[in-house]
């Protein structure tokens, strides 16, 4: 077809449309002077738009990966004429079923570039890719005309199994022509510029316009057949609209949404199959309100739900009564949904959409939906999102009882009150503060209350906490969810850095979070009772000993990696402490994660360090992990515990290279040879610490 250039409360919100509106929604809400300017492009993301010569008028580029439930792996490609005169683009599956397939698909590790083969279900006794392409058949481009493929399969990988992309740095793909059979045929090899396979994603969104919509587009399909390969019965076929067409709509979010949202109105109002129509017309919208999303969710229980088919069903109305000169925007979207829910005020799907949509003139609507018991939850959440503070007296009247009828459901993780708090949060409704304090009394120091307070951060809320906390006698029958509360309420009044609780977390040294919370509280007071605890065994006496590093002067790195080295903690102990070295990110940890790394038989805390190395922003960071590709980790593998799978010493150079990829940018596999020359040449000058 030619064309013209929070987490949901319930699942109502999982919808498409929920999904419409993040980013350019968010822009509007930032206050002046918040958002500032983007960041340029770097160098390596401006080469990605890169061609390199023409060949008989024609330039190829890889434009993403892209991922198509349940594991396939499409390569976009875009081939465009460069040239003054009409040529051909020869399909994926050539006419002659004998003639070879004229793309190949190549990758390398920043060595040799080695072929990789597409799909063997796919390729079948020839060696060509599955493809997704505008249709069937060659395509003839004139001068200036471009044209999408999406070229792959399952790559050779299955459930678990390692791909051979998964080991390379880049690829690239060459279209090869033996002949000219056509009047605008040509000959010779096209080769796209080598593309970063494991970071390529990252860089397209540092480039600040979209890429112009080709001129051909792949087609949607009812039909299309992709193939899931299960554990056990082998290959078999499956039909899905999400899935077979997941990978395309993935690709739209690359380009301009108003030139996408036109390419949507056309092939909706042309394509006769209603659940393709359907399927379409949701991501029609999504392109209309301006910010496509990249990677949307389809479904969670089915996309023509019959709550679905509300949205579809009015937006399909009004662009009927509008004609054929009819044109998406966000405010006909929204004014659409609005009317529509006027009509249906208990629409839960409308609510969401609206909410997404951040419609303030929706808020009274929403407040009156808020007394319904079985839309409550679905309300709050669309208020939490429009953030208008007129919400705020009705969300502080339906509280109570929200809290009340949870209550009688008698579940531990209240869900429509959790809503209801949410919001009050999100709207920094301090006023809140005291109803809240009285259900955490009331409720026993319920988690989601003390959530809730945390977040609000009032100071308020300290005294009432300190009352609870003294309150609270540990007796022979206090059940585990006692316990649990008493926790929480030790964690967010350290949270809340209530210095006024550290007399009383003194009475309670037999439980963890008391000894946590002493550690970041930072009274020195503390200190000789927590070496009691410390000289006892378990992670009650490692917590100790944390705490008491942290109480310490000066910087407690040297006294993490002092623990990290002791002999006598457990494969669990061990970690415990490499989390707290690695939340450090200090340079002087440096010298002794290498240490371990190098001479410590525990793999967690070999791991730990490796992970610990990759996020301190330092160049000598950087060359220990290249030097860590030299250590010998056979002695490492020996696992304890029977239900454990034993670390391979493969597993240790793998957990090097994904460090230095996440300190430096740099994705050069697990050669350290490559690693070395990258270091000379570049690393070092530490460019990448900018």
Known sequence: MKTARCYPRCLWALIPLGLIATGAAAA?????????????????????????????????????????????E?????????????????????????????????????????????????????????????????????????????????LEGGFGDERPLDDMAELAIVVYREKAATKYGWTGKLQTPPYPIHTGEKLWHELREPLPLPTYFPQFSPKR??????????????????????????QLGRYPAPDVARFLAKRVAEEKNVDLRNFLTVYLYAA????????????????????????????????QRDGPDWQPTRKWVTDTLLDAFQSSPTSAELASALGELRCKEAVPLLVKMLRIPERCNCAAAALEKIGDPRAVPALLEILPAAAAADERRSTVYLSTHSAVLDALVELKATEAVPAIIELAKKSNG????????????????????????????????????????????????????????????????????????????????????????????????????????????GDPTPRYVALLADKTLSDNEKRIVAERLEETKSPLAIPHLVAVIRND????????????????????????????FDFDYTGKSKEEHEMRPAARPSDYPAAIAKSLRQLTGANIGTNPAHWRKWWNEEGKKGEWLK
């Open 601 to 628: 038989p525990n793999r967690y805390a070999t791991f730990g360090s490796i992970q610990g190395l990759g996020q301190i922003k330092d160049l000598a960071a950087a060359e220990a992990l290249i030097r860590s």
């Open 446 to 553: 319920h988690p989601g209350y003390l959530l809730a307070l945390q977040r609000l951060g009032d100071s308020r809320t300290i005294p009432p906490l300190l009352e609870m906390l003294q309150a609270y006698k540990k007796t022979p029958g206090a059940d585990d969810k006692d316990q649990y509360h008493f926790d929480r309420l030790v964690e967010t009044l350290a949270a809340l850095r209530a210095k006024q609780a550290v007399p009383v977390l003194l009475k309670h040294l037999g439980r963890e979070s008391c000894v946590e919370a002493l550690g970041e509280l930072g009274d020195p007071q503390a200190i000789p009772a927590l070496q009691k605890v410390a000289a006892g065994k378990g992670t009650i006496a490692v917590a100790a000993k944390l705490a008491i590093a942290k109480l310490g002067e």
């Open 288 to 319: 209309a309100v301006g910010d496509f999303e990249d990677e949307p969710f389809i479904t969670r229980g089915g996309i023509f739900a019959r709550e679905r088919q509300q949205v579809l069903a009015a937006l399909d109305r009004q662009r």
């Open 225 to 250: 057949k992709e193939f899931l390969s299960g554990p056990n019965d082998g290959t078999v076929p499956f039909t899905e609209l999400r899935n077979s067409n997941c990978a395309l709509v993935r």
């Open 28 to 72: 509007e809400r930032s206050p002046p002077g918040e958002t500032g300017k983007p960041a340029k492009p770097s160098a390596a993301a401006l080469k990605l738009l890169e061609y390199r010569e023409p060949v008989n008028g024609l330039v190829a580029r890889i434009e993403g990966i892209r991922w198509s439930y349940p594991h396939s």
């Open 74 to 154: 499409y390569v976009a490609l875009r081939l465009e004429n460069r040239g003054k005169t009409p040529v051909e683009v020869p399909s994926p599956y050539p006419a002659d079923d004998k003639e070879p397939c004229p793309y190949s698909l190549w990758g390398r590790d920043f060595g040799k570039w080695k072929l990789v083969p597409w799909e063997k279900e796919w390729r079948k006794e020839h060696d060509r890719p599955w493809s997704v392409g505008p249709k069937s058949g060659n395509v003839v481009l004139q001068p200036g005309d471009s044209v999408l493929f999406l070229l792959g399969g399952h």
